[in-house]
């Protein structure tokens, strides 16, 4: 039995999903986690996304889709050729580490701060619900600004950004994937942050960014038709 816990405004939740879709396993997913119940679940970071696959707890996306390849090795999430593999765990480790952030300090930018409060306000414990914006400052609002991503100027992080959109366009090329025919664990990590970057309107300078470069809206299309997701 696999059980996912965590919101669909992660997108690391977003990427256990797609996988999970992709490989065609059978899953529970629970959105809303309370505080209590994830310091249980996961007392060692206390974050989302968590996986519980036959009783045992399992943390970090990373780890997670390797499990996902243990239980089901087809289809794959990695290549079997080593050295596109090393590629595609590459990139996912960028996603998940650095992409992830332009798209967090975009959304609590001042212009996209109160449509990302009112987004996140529902995970809030009703009790709790006057003091939302206060808490999701506290508890979200400032990690970007911790990172350093939260700190640029907002043209610069957009000047930033755009880059790295353009990159994405160079490292894709002319192939459907990343690095393959087949989407992998690396099309999955950007595919989340992709998704909670275009999704519900919150931060429209991302979504004109994709929305410039077809290669990126063509991929997003695939690897969504791929996974059903």
């Known amino acids: ?9 992660s997108p690391f939740v977003i990427k256990l999903l797609a996988a999970a879709d992709y490989k065609g396993l059978e899953y529970r997913h629970q959105e809303y986690v309370g505080i209590r119940e994830l310091r249980a679940l996961n007392p060692i970071t206390g974050k989302v996304p968590v996986a519980r696959i036959d009783g045992e707890v399992l943390i970090d996306t990373s780890f997670i889709v390797r499990r996902f390849d243990e239980i089901q090795p087809t289809p794959a999430l990695f290549s079997g050729d080593p050295l596109i593999a090393t590629k595609q765990r590459m990139l996912e480790d960028w ?14 930018a001042p212009q996209n701060e109160q449509r990302t409060i009112e987004q996140n306000s529902r995970f809030v414990p009703s009790p709790l619900k006057l003091f939302a914006k206060p ?18 100027p907002n043209e610069m992080l957009i000047s930033e950004l755009t880059q790295r959109f353009d990159d994405l366009v160079v490292l894709l090329g002319d192939s459907p994937f990343f690095y393959s025919e087949q989407p992998s664990v690396a099309d999955f990590a950007i595919y989340g942050v992709f998704n909670t ?6 931060t429209p300078e991302f979504a004109e960014l994709v ?3 077809p290669r ?14």
Do not use: C
């Open 1 to 9: 039995m696999i059980e996912i816990f965590g919101p669909l405004v």
């Open 95 to 108: 996603s998940d580490e650095s992409f992830y952030w332009y798209n967090q300090a975009l959304r609590w």
């Open 135 to 152: 808490l999701l400052r506290q508890l979200v609002g400032k990690q970007p600004m911790s990172q350093g991503m939260g700190r640029l």
């Open 197 to 202: 970057g275009i999704e519900g309107g919150i």
């Open 211 to 213: 929305s410039l470069r």
């Open 216 to 229: 990126l809206s063509e991929w997003r299309l695939r690897v969504r038709e791929a996974t059903g997701h």
